[in-house]
């Protein structure tokens, strides 16, 4: 099995270190092969996502993937910005599910914004469909306006789309998901206001028929950003559009004490993925070896589990990665009083040392 390697920009470099340290210790049998992806691959290449780092993502089982971005390319060209490599990958390899856990450790209780018992064995899952929404709807551009409120007028337009079977797959991942879970989906969407999601609403019902042991329930976007931060432990398997499952889940990460912590999955039809933390390239951190690896390394958890056919494995980093919280290290964004802040190395070879049996500290026993 081949993993594809792409640390990106910013502290991506950093993070996909330690994670790819953590995989070695694991005795997989696996090839990893590395490549230059964003703004690095710019710099090198004059292009985000070289044709060389595509055909390398194509070819491999699974991808595993830092972050990309900075903020001295914001003035390119759009084609040329680093964020293109990343959506070009998701629509090229057709990974249309996105699946980002959002889990409170017992040890991060708190670490969160919100009250400990608001998020206290806090365990939900955002689905997030990848590959259509306003994302990728076209036309999209700059134009004069021939009409509304000033015709004449420079304006700017994106198109939010959905056709029937990119709304059944991911209503289809989604009930299958929670089958696995609690059974209950929240299918978010905003069909009070837009045609769009006034269909995704009618299909996802549809579907939804098809699972009548799964319970369904529809909330409108704003009333779920509400409810997240109210009672966030009332939902289980949340299902939504690119461009609100983009939003929602950021908001999600927060709950579990810090984005830091938040990996995600991405796949295809075949359970192919690419996976990388929830989080971006960090640029005001970058080079200071204090970014949290931790949800680069429970992504490589996530692949070893949907990818690679190899779940002991994943189990064994989760555990790791409790086992390293039970002795208290932290990076800075999950620091508290009372616990011992490290850097991203420290963080990366604690991890290394609980899978191996060497974490110094380590509780006899880790809950949950
Ligand atoms: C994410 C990111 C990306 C997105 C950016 C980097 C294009 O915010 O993965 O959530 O908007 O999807
Ligand atoms: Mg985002």
């Given at each position: ?94 990974l249309f599910a996105n699946l980002r ?25 955002i689905i997030r469909e990848l ?114 499952g983009?939003?929602?889940s ?14 995600s999955a991405s796949l ?101």
């Amino acid at each position: 099995m081949k993993i594809a390697i792409l640390p990106g920009d910013g502290i991506g470099t950093e993070i996909v270190e330690q994670a790819v340290r953590v995989l070695g210790v694991l005795d997989l049998d696996v090839e990893t092969e590395t490549a230059l992806v964003g703004g690095a691959a710019y710099e090198a290449h004059g292009h985000p996502l070289p044709d060389a780092t595509l055909q390398l993502a194509r070819a491999a089982d699974a991808i595993l993937f830092g972050a990309v971005g900075d903020w001295k390319y914001d003035r390119l060209e759009r084609a040329l910005r680093p964020e293109q490599a990343i959506l070009g990958l998701r629509k090229q390899l057709g990974l249309f599910a996105n699946l980002r856990p959002a889990l409170c450790y017992e040890q991060l209780t708190h670490s969160s914004s919100l009250k400990p018992e608001l998020v206290a064995g806090l365990d939900i899952l955002i689905i997030r469909e990848l590959t259509g929404d306003i994302y990728f709807g076209q036309p999209r551009g700059r134009r004069v306006a021939t009409d509304g409120h000033f015709p004449g007028a420079e304006e700017a337009f994106d198109t939010m789309r959905y056709s029937k079977p990119e709304i059944e797959r991911i209503a289809h991942v989604a009930f299958q998901a929670a089958r696995k879970r609690s059974r209950r989906v929240t299918s978010v969407d905003k069909a009070n206001v837009l045609e769009t999601f006034q269909f995704w609403r009618d299909v996802v019902t549809e579907v939804h028929a098809q699972y009548r042991d799964v319970e369904l329930q529809h909330m409108y976007v704003d009333n779920a950003a509400m409810q997240l931060v109210k009672a966030p432990k009332a939902f289980d398997v949340v299902v939504t559009g690119n461009m609100f499952g983009d939003i929602l889940s950021d908001e999600a990460a927060m709950l579990t004490g810090s984005i830091g912590m938040l990996p995600s999955a991405s796949l295809d039809k075949d359970h192919k993925g690419l996976y990388e933390p929830s989080h971006g390239s960090a640029p005001d951190i970058a080079g200071k070896g204090v970014a949290n690896p931790l949800a680069t390394i429970l992504s490589a958890a996530m692949m070893l589990r949907f990818s690679l056919n190899q779940a002991a494995a994943a189990e064994r980093i989760e555990s790791a990665v409790k086992a390293v919280l039970s002795s208290g290290l932290r990076t800075p964004d999950i620091w508290s009083e009372g616990t011992k802040k490290v850097g991203t190395r420290e963080m990366g070879d604690a991890v290394v040392a609980a899978l191996t049996g060497k974490l110094a500290g380590k509780t006899t026993t880790t809950k949950s």
